[in-house]
């Protein structure tokens, strides 16, 4: 015989928020943004941030390889509420990125709750006291183990994180120094030396022309075919596309007339969003993307035609992988230094490379631009609900309820998931539409009384059905290899089915009816407390619906003066 608790009244005023901690691993681009949002929106939450690395900064802190720039205009790779008109130039390099995102840090104080060299190694899901529990490793050090718990767990590392040595066999039995592009030894001369570089993205295509120079040569190695385009956004940069540094004059007017500078980055970013159209398979925009890459291509390897023969795409439009823009890179190709090896890699030698036509192929240094471990599978076990670890349930391939959430794994988010949209566009904005979003489940819980939210499986298969379907219609199905489908030619999309303003869109309200949610006592309705609300008690208007006055929501302090025209008197 089971014996309910009563039922009790809270006795506090309807939506008095309760304090919420808050778990956010990695401190880059989205963990600074949602520290923001929630220092602004929920001051009363409780947040720690645990980052692995010895500085904040996530990918822009990790890779620091000769060339390494963003593509997107660095007046739209920058936080809505933090533009800057210091950049130095249209597309911006990481150091200077780096810097940025330093600045805005320092400025709006948003690593107060930061620990730095602090990775987290493990996380579970308590059901009973509805908390995470995680564990940290301070300093690398495996004995040095801290421990924390909160309400909300939220994993905003992101998908490029977590780099990798490409599986080639032999691969420690190079003799001479191996690099990757994310985890440069920048102690490392090149000058004069011969160089091996696997890899044609967008790492490889920054790092070849920038250390062409220094070099003795270069064997590029490459096993796909690849668009190579300018820059996002290129017809407000340099001629052909080219970068180019910002005039102190420019700079001035952007300082000096903020609806320019306002109207400046609108233009481009209406540009960057118009870019979706092009990923329509048989669209006019895709067949001139694909027709002016071509002859692009075609036009920049004319010194060496047999190149163009060998990389120019046949059978997938621009898109199927993202976008390289290339400045220098089909240009260091044909330089009398560059040999392109466009036969598989059989073993790496003592002394270099041998492919499979049995041809050795010797240098100095060893340059790995083979990018990132794209499984999304957590480097560390997230243990949720029944005891189900992510690592596992995401073996085989991941799904997310929108990008942001997984059933059984309540109270867990995650920016930029598996299904959010990478394909076009600044990055930044979206993490700030899903920030907003988080910042409303934290005061779900907080002000209604919640104390876990999970997806509906169901909302998890109409998200997967219709996300399939849409997709069908993209390049992005084309058969290329792609980090999009985890590193494979055929493998599963990991996109958002539709557009950045889509996603935008799509993220300004949450969905509750596809959550499953649990509730203090067991009851929706707890929150609604004593009988008053916390308008009653916290000095706002309590009379806001007849209008404020001076646009202000506080309640005046009223007297008969103010209104003694109307007052009777005897």
């Known amino acids: ?22 778990l956010v691993i990695g401190a880059g681009a989205s963990g ?10 929920v001051p009363d939450a409780e947040l720690a941030i645990y980052e692995k690395n010895p500085s904040i900064g ?6 620091r390889y000769p060339g390494c720039a963003c593509d997107i205009p660095s007046i739209n790779y920058q936080y809505t509420w933090a533009p800057s008109t210091d950049w130095s130039s249209y597309y911006s390099t990481g150091p200077e990125i780096l810097q940025y995102f330093k600045s805005v840090t320092k400025q709006h104080k948003l690593d107060r709750d930061v620990h730095l060299n602090h990775k987290i190694i493990f996380a579970k899901w308590n059901e009973a006291e509805k908390m995470w529990y995680v564990r940290a490793e301070v300093n690398g050090d495996p004995k040095n183990i801290v421990e924390d718990c909160g309400e909300i767990l939220i994993n905003a590392t992101g998908i490029l994180n977590k ?5 080639i066999k032999g691969l420690d039995n190079f003799k001479g120094p191996r690099l990757h592009s994310a985890n440069w030894d920048t102690s490392l001369s090149l000058k004069g030396k011969s160089v091996g570089v696997i890899g044609s993205g967008s790492s490889a295509v920054q790092i070849v022309p920038n250390i062409l120079d220094d070099v003795e040569s270069i064997t590029q190695f ?22 180019f540094e910002y005039s102190e004059e420019q700079r001035e007017l952007l300082k000096s007339n903020p609806e320019k500078y306002l109207r400046y980055r609108k233009n481009i970013e209406s540009d960057l969003n118009a870019r979706f159209r092009s990923v329509i398979k048989g669209s006019p925009e895709q067949l001139a993307a694909t027709d002016f890459a071509k002859n692009e291509m075609a036009q920049k390897l004319a010194k060496k035609p047999e190149v163009a023969e060998k990389v120019i795409p046949e059978d997938f439009g621009v898109g199927c992988r993202r976008p390289t823009p290339g400045n220098g890179f089909l240009e260091a190709l044909c330089d009398p230094k560059t040999t392109l090896v466009y036969n598989n890699i059989e073993e790496v030698t003592e002394n270099g490379l041998r492919t499979v036509d049995g041809i050795e192929h010797k240098f100095d240094v060893l340059i790995c631009a083979t990018g990132f471990d794209v499984s999304w599978i957590p480097h560390f076990p997230l243990i949720g609900r029944n005891g189900q670890d992510l690592r596992e349930v995401w073996k085989q391939k991941p799904e997310t309820y929108l990008s942001i959430a997984v059933p059984d794994f309540p109270n867990y988010l995650i920016f930029m998931g598996p299904h959010a949209p990478y394909a076009h566009g600044s990055v930044l904005p979206m993490v700030e539409a899903i920030a907003k979003y988080f910042v409303k489940v934290v005061k779900k819980l907080s002000c209604e009384s919640v104390t876990s939210f999970e997806p509906k499986q169901d909302a998890v298969n109409d998200f997967i059905i ?7 219609r993209t390049v992005w199905n084309d058969p290329c290899r792609s980090w999009f489908k985890q590193g494979t030619y055929d493998g ?10 889509h996603f935008f869109e799509t993220m300004g309200t949450p969905r509750w009816e596809d959550y499953n949610l649990t509730f203090s006592q ?25 209008g404020t006055l001076n646009d202000s929501d506080i309640q005046p302090q009223y007297t008969d003066d103010d209104i003694k025209e109307f007052l009777m008197t005897g």
Do not use: C
Request: aromatic share 18%; net charge positive.
């Open 1 to 22: 015989m089971t014996i309910e608790t009563p039922y009790k009244i809270l006795e506090k005023p309807s939506t008095a928020p309760r304090k919420i901690k808050v």
């Open 32 to 41: 600074l943004n949602f520290a923001h949002e929630l220092y602004n929106n």
């Open 58 to 63: 996530g990918t822009w802190y990790e890779n």
């Open 163 to 167: 780099w990798k040595w490409p599986n």
């Open 222 to 243: 490459v096993r796909s075919r690849f668009w190579i385009t300018a820059g996002f956004a290129q017809k407000f940069a340099g001629k052909n596309g080219a970068n």
């Open 466 to 472: 219709h996300r399939r379907k849409f997709l069908d």
């Open 492 to 501: 599963e999309l990991m996109m958002w089915p539709g557009s950045r303003i």
């Open 522 to 546: 067991g009851n929706r309705f707890e929150y609604f407390g004593n009988g008053f609300h916390l308008r009653e008690t916290d000095g706002r208007d309590l009379s806001w619906y007849l």
